[in-house]
């Protein structure tokens, strides 16, 4: 019963921070809002294929190792965050609540947000590869505007947001350690 009541709880507070990202949307924004959340899938597989096809024709050995690293984390982060799409099956925002409009893309379950796991699976596996300040925040910040996106696109719930981001960080740090371990057995 206490269980029930702060899962109650907790989705009252979720429906309110929705409610009023929703709300305070520039619906002048929407069209680029739209175009910016669609970089997810395009940066986050993207950069890494485009890499790893630049270092095979360059024969960039390392480059071509840290570009795969980067490409498994994102694409196992995908595979999981869907497993758990299908698992969960809980709906959409729109689908739940009349004051949110279907802006964005998005007919699978709701939890955890897909578009926002791949973006901090890319975000943390650059950041473990390519360890620059300059690399780093650019890429959390893209990671974090992808979310924020799919919260005001009124196709996920700001908990889908979060698990998605926790998704993508912890496949890409799992991928780095197993990778790490591969690396050090080579030497």
């Not at 699978?108 to 943390?124: E, K, L, Q, Y």
């Not at 981001?165 to 050090?184: H, Q, T």
Request: net charge positive; charged share 15%.
């Amino acid at each position: 019963m206490i269980l029930i009541s702060v899962l109650q709880n907790f989705r009252n507070f979720d429906v309110g921070i929705l409610k009023l990202i929703y709300e305070k949307r520039l619906p002048s924004l929407d069209r680029a809002t739209l175009i910016f959340t669609d970089t997810a899938a395009v940066i986050a597989f993207g950069i890494p294929a485009a890499l790893i096809i630049f270092s095979i024709l360059t024969k960039k050995t390392v480059l071509r190792k840290e570009a795969a690293y980067v490409f498994i984390s994102v694409a196992l982060s995908a595979i999981l965050a869907n497993v758990l799409k299908y698992t969960t099956d809980l709906p959409r925002p729109y689908e739940l609540y009349p004051f949110i409009e279907k802006l964005g893309s998005g007919g699978s379950p709701s939890f955890p947000s897909g578009h926002t796991a791949d973006a901090f699976a890319f975000a943390m596996a650059i950041s473990l590869v390519w360890r620059k300040w300059q690399i780093v925040i650019p890429a959390f910040i893209w990671a974090a505007l992808v979310g924020y996106t799919r919260i005001v696109l009124g196709v996920h719930f700001p908990s889908d947001v979060l698990a998605g981001a926790l998704i993508g960080i912890i496949c890409a740090l799992a991928s780095y350690g197993f990778w790490s371990r591969i690396k050090k057995r080579k030497k």
